[in-house]
């Protein structure tokens, strides 16, 4: 399996692939109707999409040469699917963190605004999961050689 983010204990083995860049963006017509954010606790006043699955649900965090900010936010909509918060985001329900797969396309079209440039949300780990390999049938290995070769092919950064 691939998993996105900090990963909890468990008996599976885990080799790390790559990191997911995320970004926050919004719809122009969100824009319009809410003062655009210049600062990170500007977003105090914004609706926005969160995802489920990361913790804490209500707070975003970002880096920039000043530091570190953590902003708390009020979730107009939470959800566990990237596509979703995509779609939701460009319906104009809230601003989103969303990986850099899913907002780069709708930020050229002009669709998305990338917001607070200046300030970058972390990115997340990104691991190829599996069971101990003696476990393993051939074709799960071949699986699991393929993700590990072709990761940068896969829209994310390989690890440093």
């Known amino acids: 399996a691939i998993r996105i983010g900090v990963l909890s204990s ?7 692939v790559g990191t997911v860049k995320r970004l926050l963006v919004a719809a122009p017509a969100l824009l319009t109707r809410h003062r655009p954010p210049r600062l990170p606790n500007d977003l105090r006043q914004l609706p926005c999409v969160t995802y489920s ?26 959800c566990d699917d990237a596509d979703i918060m995509s ?5 104009g329900l809230g601003a989103a963190v ?7 396309g ?5 669709k998305l605004v990338h917001l607070l440039p200046d300030y970058d949300v972390p990115s997340l ?18 699986f699991r050689d393929l993700i590990i070769e072709r990761a940068d092919v896969f829209a994310i950064n390989t690890p440093q």
């Open 10 to 16: 468990s008996s599976l083995v885990a080799r790390r």
């Open 53 to 78: 699955r990361l913790s804490p649900k209500n707070e975003w965090s970002f880096e920039s040469e000043t530091g570190r900010h953590v902003v708390g936010i009020t979730p107009s909509l939470t």
């Open 87 to 91: 779609l939701a985001a460009l319906e």
């Open 98 to 104: 969303l990986p850099d797969w899913c907002a780069v």
């Open 106 to 110: 709708h930020i050229a079209s002009g």
């Open 125 to 142: 780990p990104l691991h190829v999961v599996y069971p101990d390999p003696q476990w393993m049938s051939h074709r799960a290995r071949l």
